[in-house]
């Protein structure tokens, strides 16, 4: 049986139900990396979707996966163009049975899969990249409590665990590699990420499974995870928050890897509130994974799901002020130079970036999260929407969206100017 494993948002050797489905089931096997020309494409607000921080990122772990596989004796065949008609020459060349691969909930990586399957080979793909399985849950997806406080508490009253990690299938040194490109792409640094607080520049905070799994140990193996709850919304610094998330969007460590490592953290230590709220963040993000199953395509309308009545006349002078860091508030200005520099901003930067250009420039709420996109390395389609639907009003939050007081916010976080001043280049 002839294979290709078609890597996507999920970057790793452990932990991959679906890379371990293939190595299973497969006698030879082909794996592919594409970086598809939709990734660079512009979107509506004219800039890219991708900027080069995550691209970056994504490249970097995509080396490091080459040498994972190296170490197995395999080979990640790499290739930059339109998923389907690499898929279709692939498969014709080296005369491919099935094709595996990790199941992405959203529209563009649906219809992938679905031109793959009418090449005329099976096509086996496995939702993965929650902490909890849809299956595990105590609803049907379309009965998915509206506030997020409901979904929790029936969590936790229900009592069901995140499933254990796997280890990468055995079967990876006795399956034949198939070799087709030699491509290795790089991409160039092109910014100053020491001040970053995920420097990229960094080795330590380089995209890759192993810089990420080496980061979850060094992790909870500090006293840090004991007072996350009371840092977590600083606007600066390595380990003010646990900086999982860049790893996670691409899937170079696993939900579940890391809920398994904060478990065993609990039971080294203790359990607090601090090791609570890392858990509850998660869960966080398992949620607008889940609010997107069950609206789907209305989780991109204006009006969101539709749940309030809140409009915006967007415009774009205002927006582009914004996001060029030009707002009448340095405060503001200050955050969107540190998202446009590093693609990395603290939650409550985020939470402030928002609300000022849904509440004070009553722009269109879309633009901002589309920007966000091309900036963030951590871009997550599911968080970065439902964040900004849920502070713009349009999402699940019960008291109709968040509107943040500037001043108040910088002279808590900011009170000695010394975040403005490191942004702000005089
Ligand atoms: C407007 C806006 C846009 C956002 N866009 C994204 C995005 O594109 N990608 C993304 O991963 N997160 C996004 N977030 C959520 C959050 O800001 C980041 O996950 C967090 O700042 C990442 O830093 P950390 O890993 O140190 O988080 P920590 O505070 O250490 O949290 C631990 C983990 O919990 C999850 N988490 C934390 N807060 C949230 C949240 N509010 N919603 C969902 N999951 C959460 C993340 O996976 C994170 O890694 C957004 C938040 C806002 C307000």
Redesign the pocket.
């Known amino acids: 049986m002839k294979s290709i494993y078609w890597f996507r948002n999920d970057l790793r050797l452990e932990d991959n139900a679906a890379l371990n489905s293939a190595l299973n089931n497969s006698d030879h096997i082909l794996f592919v990396h594409i970086d598809d020309d939709m990734n660079d494409a512009e979107c509506e607000w004219q800039f890219s979707r991708r900027g080069q921080h995550r691209k970056i990122f994504m490249y970097q772990g995509l080396e490091e996966l080459q040498l994972n596989l190296k170490s197995y004796g395999h080979h990640l065949n790499r290739f930059v163009g339109k998923t389907n008609l690499i898929f279709q020459e692939l498969i014709n060349r080296h005369h491919i049975n099935s094709v595996y691969c990790e199941s992405i909930n959203a529209f563009e990586e649906q219809a992938q899969e679905r031109l793959i399957k009418e090449l005329g080979v099976n096509l086996y793909s496995y939702y993965q990249s929650s902490m909890y399985m849809p299956h595990q849950l105590p609803f049907d997806i379309k009965d998915l409590p509206d506030v997020f406080t409901h979904f929790r508490k029936n969590i936790e009253t229900t009592g069901i665990v995140p499933e254990e990690p796997i280890a990468l299938s055995g079967q990876i040194k006795n399956t034949i590699p198939i070799l087709d490109s030699k491509t290795n792409l790089t991409q160039e640094l092109t910014e100053d990420y020491s001040q970053s607080?995920?420097p990229i520049s960094d080795k330590k905070f380089k995209g890759g499974e192993r810089t990420a799994q080496l980061h979850i140990d060094q992790y909870f193996q500090s006293d840090y995870p004991n007072s996350?709850k009371y840092s977590?919304n600083n606007l600066m610094g390595i380990e003010?928050?646990?900086?999982?998330?860049?790893w996670?969007?691409l899937g170079f460590i696993s939900?579940n890897q890391?809920y398994s490592a904060l478990k065993r953290y609990e039971q080294r230590n203790s359990a607090n509130d601090s090791t609570y709220?890392?858990y509850f963040?998660?869960l966080?993000?398992d949620?607008?994974r889940f609010l997107f199953m069950k609206y789907g395509k209305i989780f991109f309308y204006k009006n969101g799901l539709g749940l309030s009545n809140k409009s915006f006349q967007h415009n774009e002078e205002k927006f582009n002020e914004w996001k060029n860091g030009k707002t009448p508030s340095s405060f503001i200005n200050a955050g969107i130079s540190e998202l446009n520099q590093t693609g990395?901003?603290?939650?409550r930067m985020?939470?402030i970036?928002?609300s000022y250009l849904v509440n004070e420039l009553a722009c269109d709420w879309r633009a901002?999260?589309a920007w966000?996109?091309h900036q963030?390395i951590?871009?997550?389609?599911?968080?970065?929407?439902?964040?900004?639907s849920?502070?713009a009003g349009v999402g699940t939050d019960p008291r109709g969206g968040r509107h943040f007081n500037v001043d108040k916010q910088k002279n808590t976080y900011d009170p000695d100017g010394s975040y403005e001043k490191e942004w702000i280049k005089l």
Do not use: H, M
């Open positions: 607080s995920f996350y977590r003010c928050s646990t900086k999982f998330s860049p996670l969007s939900a890391i709220w890392i963040e998660l966080w993000r949620y607008f990395f901003i603290s939650n985020r939470q970036l928002a901002g999260a966000f996109e963030l951590d871009y997550d389609v599911y968080s970065n929407y439902g964040n900004w849920y502070i």
